[in-house]
């Protein structure tokens, strides 16, 4: 494909991926180095949806609708990247002969979702 032939949605696409890949984990399974990554982006995306929360809070009366958009988008896929690390840890652990219940890494943190209800979205 010829780069002339690229929309402009398809520059947004590919920029987006290149965003989010750094959530993909590389080491393998169940080893120390995996361990250490997932526990990395894991927190990584704990802190973001915290600081993305605290942005719409105290600022919700001063973003657009479009602000708003993009911070409920950037959620979304933030949910989306913590239910790929979810099922990882569940293989993971499966794979030692551990059997768990599904932990929701983005929604499951005690007192996180304490006055959800004041959110624009």
Known sequence: ????SFSQFDMLLAQELTNLERFIIKNPLGTNEFWSEWQEKTGEIIVTK????????????SLD?????????????YKEIAAYLELLRQTALKIRG????NWDIFDGIEGENEGEDDLPF
Not at 1 to 4: A, H, I, L
Not at 50 to 61: S, Y
Not at 98 to 101: D, P, Q, T
């Open 65 to 77: 609708e479009s602000q708003i958009l993009k911070l409920s988008s950037m959620l979304e896929a």
């Open 1 to 4: 494909m010829d780069k002339k």
């Open 98 to 101: 551990i059997e768990v219940s």
């Open 50 to 61: 915290a600081a993305i929360k605290k942005a719409l809070r105290n600022h919700k009366g």
